[in-house]
């Protein structure tokens, strides 16, 4: 039996192109109680394999969360095992607005302590005990509202290529950080306003709005499916879109554009641009935003330092980067202090005094 990987990722994108299908990406995620990830990760493998399924897929005691992609003819195959399993029926699928065959070029199926790495210790909340779902036409009417407090849930290198209109955008690295900071800044209006948030596809929504409740917020409300089921809701109904810019994705196609509005600049120039790269030196490879003329002329990297590690031979930047640890440690995700044009984020106190 064959529970792993086998193709190389270039091997994988030539037998896609060679398939000559159009695949769907998706996602989907649902907290249960799982007794036994390990089984039903090997399951999830062996059936998902057969179905040329593609993607990232954690599972845990909590339960699972899943992006993917599979060939387009093979979804209703697809659809009928997940209504196998008890606690999948029926589950919401977030299909993703723009497609693109080359999503995903593996498929890693993998058991994780928690579905989102969240760092709550969640034995001191009930995390069933959630908010109110929204879908995206009461949304839309929660938004207008004056008493309504809209929060993005994701972090800063998100929000800042594309967030709801007069969202606050905390500016952090973590979704615990944005919990703490969320809480801190609307302590005097746990019961006045209505907290309403969202995310990406609803997951974190899940646990922050429990863990909201927990701390005292009278009311509190979620995007439902995030701004993935919202697009799809609004186009589908015919709906005004809130959203300016492009929702930033964990996929290789990185973002999906929802309006036509560039909310963000690149990093090195200050010019209009929102598509996110890493810099070309591995031992950085920092997230960041930059244009194509930065592009070309720094070599795809963050700053000069990096480009002079890119240009060496490729043994002698190993030679480097001993000893130096994991990159992400040292780099995070566009804040290196060399990167002048990096947007400074909304404030709680900026928005009460714009409404
Ligand atoms: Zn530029
Ligand atoms: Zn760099």
Known sequence: MQLYNKLSAKERAELIDQAGKSRLTLSFYQYANIGNPQILRDHLFLTWDSLEVLGRIYVAHEGINAQLSLPADRFNEFKNHLDSIDFLKDIRLNIAVEQDNKSFLKLKVKVRDKIVADGLNDDTFDVTNKGIHLKAEDFNKFIDDENTVLVDMRNHYESEIGHFKNAITPDVDTFRESLDIIEADLKDHKEDKNLVMYCTGGIRCEKASA??????????????????????QIKEQNLENKFLGQNFVFDDRRAERISDDVIASCHQCGEPFDVHTNCANQACHLLFIQCPKCKEEMENCCSTTCMEVNRLPFEEQKELRKGQGNSNDIFKKGRADHLPYKKDLRNIFDYFQKK
Do not use: A, S
Not at 217 to 231: A, D, H, R, S
């Open 211 to 232: 863990y909201f409740k927990h701390k005292g917020f009278k009311n509190v409300f979620q995007l439902e499916g995030g701004i993935i089921e919202y697009t799809r």
